[in-house]
């Protein structure tokens, strides 16, 4: 078996920081596969590229936009916990 990190956040804050340094993380097998599915995507640009999208993105990073999407994160993340109940 191979085993990866995973990031888990409790704040909008860190989320944002997570997003902002993107450039800083290692990037395994999970990049490379994510960049062979979508290598167009900015998760997955470098560079000077990675800067222009994403500059081009920032409006929508921040605290109001994220929070837009609470609604709809617990309702997916409810429906996943109501599909792993042990019964």
């Given at each position: 078996?191979?085993?990866?990190?995973?990031?888990?956040?409790?704040?909008?804050?860190?989320?944002?920081?997570?997003?902002?340094?993107?450039?800083?993380?290692?990037?395994?097998?999970?990049?490379?596969?994510?960049?062979?599915?979508?290598?167009?995507?900015?998760?997955?640009?470098?560079?000077?590229?990675?800067?222009?999208h994403r500059?081009?993105?920032?409006?929508?990073?921040?605290?109001?936009?994220?929070?837009?999407?609470?609604?709809?994160?617990?309702?997916?993340?409810?429906?996943?916990?109501?599909?792993?109940?042990?019964?």
């Open positions: 078996y191979r085993t990866f990190p995973w990031i888990f956040a409790y704040s909008l804050e860190a989320y944002q920081d997570i997003l902002k340094k993107t450039r800083q993380w290692q990037r395994g097998f999970m990049f490379q596969a994510l960049e062979a599915i979508f290598p167009n995507a900015l998760f997955v640009m470098e560079g000077p590229e990675w800067r222009r500059s081009l993105m920032n409006p929508f990073f921040n605290k109001k936009s994220i929070a837009d999407f609470y609604p709809l994160i617990e309702e997916v993340a409810v429906k996943h916990l109501e599909k792993t109940k042990i019964s």
